[in-house]
């Protein structure tokens, strides 16, 4: 959607009022002007549709996370807590922000510790998350646009389907959210049991094949 700069004459009061609107949320007096009048005429922005899938993904993410909408209007974050001592805690931002054409946003899973246990533990669970979407997602979607790093792991989002709404885009981010927190949890709970690589992986394949399983 292109943009396009407008000369408007407005009373002192309302840029007042709409100033104050914008930085209650987060936006500049530009974006919420916008807003304001797209919903005045029943218009959707991409950036409503963006909010419409950020919402859903907060509503559906699993009870244990604690979620939190940033002031960006296009990214949100859950933090969980992983079952290690110090109970150390992981954060998943989705940042709906378009970054590459064949994207339409970014999913980056933090940890932030000093601890080199912990740090070389979520490496591995990393590198063997990365594998398993090289064997079951790269068939389907080709390179899976991923990094991963001692305590990081980042994945570019890709729309699969042109026509997905918003509620099926935010269902597809928060499964995606919730398998790879249930995994690792899993695995963090089995650290030294090395059948355990197998019963996830069997348990990743079932998930994924799922009829109401999106690809992103």
């Not at 979407?133 to 389907?161: C, F, M, N, Q, S």
């Not at 790879?180 to 994924?208: C, P, S, T």
Request: net charge negative; charged share 25%.
């Amino acid at each position: 959607m292109g943009r396009t700069v407008y000369s408007i004459v407005l009373d002192d009061a309302v840029v007042t009022a709409v100033d104050a609107l914008a930085h209650r949320s987060g936006m500049s007096r530009s974006a919420m002007m916008n807003r304001i009048l797209a919903e005045k005429v029943s218009y959707r922005t991409p950036e409503q549709r963006t909010r419409d899938v950020l919402a859903c993904v907060e509503r559906i993410v699993g009870d244990g996370f604690l979620t939190e909408m940033l002031p960006s209007a296009t990214a949100f974050s859950a933090k969980s807590a992983l079952r290690f001592k110090y109970r150390p805690t992981v954060k998943y931002c989705v940042d709906l922000t378009p970054e590459e054409p064949e994207s339409f946003g970014r999913l980056r899973v933090s940890l932030r510790t000093q601890s080199a246990q912990l740090l070389s533990a979520m490496q591995g669970f990393f590198l063997f998350w990365e594998a398993l979407e090289e064997k079951y997602l790269a068939p389907a979607l080709g390179e899976i646009p991923a990094r991963t790093g001692t305590d990081r792991y980042e994945r570019l989002l890709v729309r699969t389907e042109e026509a997905l709404s918003e509620t099926d885009e935010g269902n597809a981010i928060a499964a995606y959210i919730n398998l790879m927190d249930g995994l690792m949890k899993a695995y963090f709970e089995q650290l030294g049991n090395h059948g355990v690589a197998k019963a996830l992986e069997n348990y990743y394949a079932d998930r994924i094949s799922q009829p109401d399983w999106i690809l992103i």
